[in-house]
């Protein structure tokens, strides 16, 4: 009786578990108006497809791992057809060979005699501070000695017939040093001028200048003219900033291992550069003289669009070794605190954002030592902005001409092209379209003027001609 009992319980148990299951189940399949659904009841509504702008879907991870996925293959498809072309050409003794040649020593010897420049500087603004000469004798002499040491170098290493690679790296160092010189005079004749305004200030002046010593501690503000020594000069040559300061921000410590991956990146970044330089770019430049002595158009605009793609790949992996990896280590070593060395310039959807975004410590300078004292003169914003793209010319031609030993105007033209080109953006392309508009300029805008001068480098020293 007992088993009986005990499997009628058992059944229902499992009846009244059957129609809980049948309750949920009728629940789910209801509305939350109480009515109950169809089985198939519509299951269409109005919506967009996922790739439409006004669906707001933003995930295309897939998509992004799909064109590295691309990418990699034929990067790869690529070298192997280089490879099989042209064998592998990489030398790994190419710096030893530099360091080598003697046409390399030029450029080392006027690096040493910048220092000449320096200490002039730190001679002319303490001549300033002791009224020995006036402001405009001072201004005169500043402007000599920058123009001073634009034209000797250059003068010297075209005559030296240096090689056209240590030319440029000198020259650049030179740029460098004479916006770093025009920087650091403005700064020290305002803090002239203001002292000379305000009675209080002078007398604190003169017991700075009795307390100044060289053994500053880094806790300790400097006022003028305690800033004007070589220690505060050199720390700011040797700073990753063209615009002076008396206290620059200061980390609190050197970060060994941050100051590790800097220095690995730029070690394996160069010669990742000198590989891609060697095996895929020379071959490229070498094969171009043939369209050029032939003047086949169609051919040179196939060497040009091949080279596109090299020189960009290049071009980015240069950015990121000099300007994060290089101006870091120096910032790190320095115990330098500004680092935004760059900004977003890969979002710029127009020229002047581009170039007001991708090398900081340069936009800074124009902007405060050219940019702004033209607004204070009375002249107008988009005189000013012409003025500085016309500055900005003349260093780019300057940087490439005199290390090739050949005056030519084509990274001036590449240069003034731009502002054309960057009205023409701002006024009929906008968002993603402004965008691929700066990509397209960078990619084919540098091959060509690289065309051009490889050109004229082969008709000069080659004798290439039609």
């Known amino acids: 009786m007992k088993t009986t009992s005990e499997t009628k319980e058992l059944r229902s148990r499992k009846i009244t ?15 939350q108006s109480g009515q109950r659904l169809h089985p198939f009841e519509s299951c269409h509504k109005i919506r967009d497809s996922l790739l439409s702008s006004a669906s707001g879907y933003t ?29 592998f050409l990489v030398r790994f003794d190419v710096p030893i060979l530099f360091i080598k040649d003697p046409t390399a020593w030029p450029s080392l010897l006027a690096l040493v005699l910048s220092n000449l420049f320096i200490i002039l500087a730190l001679y002319l603004e303490k001549l300033l501070q002791k009224s020995r000469i006036g402001e405009n004798s001072g201004k005169f002499f500043c402007f000599m000695n920058v123009f001073t040491a634009l034209l000797v170098p250059a003068i010297y290493l075209w005559y030296r017939e240096a090689n056209p690679v240590s030319s440029f790296f000198a020259l650049a160092w030179y740029t460098c040093l004479s ?20 009675p209080t200030l002078q007398e604190n002046c003169k017991k700075a200048e009795k307390n100044s010593t060289n053994k500053i501690e880094n806790n300790f503000l400097l006022e003028y003219p305690q800033n004007l020594n070589f220690k505060n000069l050199y720390y700011f040559m040797a700073a990753p900033t063209l615009c002076y300061e008396l206290n620059f921000p200061r980390s609190q410590r050197i970060r060994k291992s941050f100051l590790i991956r800097r220095s690995s990146e730029i070690i394996f970044l160069s010669s990742l550069s000198l590989i891609l330089l060697q095996q895929w770019v020379v071959p490229i430049l070498k094969n171009s003289k043939i369209p050029f002595r032939e003047s086949n158009i169609l051919k040179i605009i196939e060497r040009l669009l091949k080279l596109a793609v090299p020189n960009h790949v290049i071009w980015l992996i240069g950015f990121y070794c000099f300007f994060h990896s290089y ?8 115990r330098f605190g500004d680092r935004e060395f760059y900004r977003d310039w890969w979002n710029a959807e ?9 090398n900081i ?6 902007l405060r030592h050219i940019y702004k004292p033209l607004l204070s003169q009375g002249i107008t914003k988009a005189q000013a902005s012409l003025i500085v793209f016309f500055v900005s010319a003349f260093f ?3 940087l490439v001409s005199i290390p090739l030993r050949m005056f ?21 392309l906008h968002g993603n379209y402004g965008n691929m508009a700066v990509w397209i300029s960078l990619i084919i805008g540098q091959p060509i003027a690289i065309m051009m001068y490889i050109h004229d480098y082969y008709i000069d020293y080659f004798q290439v001609t039609n």
């Open 350 to 358: 127009d020229v002047n954002g581009f170039w007001q975004n991708w």
């Open 327 to 334: 101006l870091n280590v120096l910032a790190e070593v320095l």
């Open 59 to 87: 995930n295309y991870r897939g998509i992004l791992n799909l064109c590295v996925v691309l990418l990699v293959m034929s990067s790869s498809r690529l070298v192997l057809e280089n490879l099989l072309k042209y064998g």
């Open 361 to 366: 410590p340069v936009h800074k300078f124009c």
């Open 396 to 398: 780019h031609e300057y």
């Open 17 to 31: 578990l059957n129609k809980n299951e049948n309750v949920e189940e009728s629940e789910k399949t209801t509305t």
């Open 408 to 428: 030519r105007i084509w990274a001036f033209l590449g240069m003034i092209v731009q502002i054309p080109f960057a009205i023409v953006v701002k006024k009929f």
């Open 179 to 198: 916006m770093k010189l025009v920087s650091y005079f403005q700064v020290n004749r305002h803090c002239r001028l203001k002292i000379k305004n305000e």
